[in-house]
């Protein structure tokens, strides 16, 4: 069975880097077809695609929070990291990890999700 845990810090400061791993088990990151993405709820608003990293290694990003946004991926322990520089209390969310497939018109069909992580900035 395939599963995503997103971890990470749960209180970041203003302008500093928010970093969360979203650790997958029951299937490989690098498998054909399969991109990693992340997404983000915040308060009272819908849900934000923020970027993917495919399985060849190619990433993918909003254009809204492209300058901000860093995906990795370590093949080795089979996890996807998003990096999110510069933070404010607009970046407070519940973040999410996620696979799919690309669909036609460049969006995703997502199978799995992790469980998602609360993420608060604030002083």
């Known amino acids: 069975q395939v599963q995503l845990r997103e971890s990470g810090p749960g209180l970041v400061k203003p302008s500093q880097t928010l970093s969360l791993t979203c650790t997958v088990s029951?299937?490989?990151?690098?498998?054909?077809?399969?991109?990693w993405s992340w997404l983000r709820q915040a308060p009272g608003k819908g849900l934000e695609w923020m970027g993917a990293i495919g399985y060849s290694g190619i990433t993918y990003y909003s254009p809204s929070l492209k300058s901000r946004t860093a995906i990795s991926r370590d093949t080795t322990k089979n996890h996807v990291t998003l990096q999110l520089s510069s933070v404010t209390p607009e970046d407070t969310a519940v973040y999410y990890c996620?696979?799919?497939?690309?669909?036609?018109?460049?969006?995703?069909?997502?199978?799995?999700w992790g469980q998602g992580t609360q993420v608060t900035v604030s002083s």
């Open positions: 996620a696979r799919g497939v690309r669909v036609v018109g460049g969006s995703y069909e997502y199978d799995y």
């Open positions: 029951g299937a490989s990151i690098t498998a054909n077809v399969y991109y």
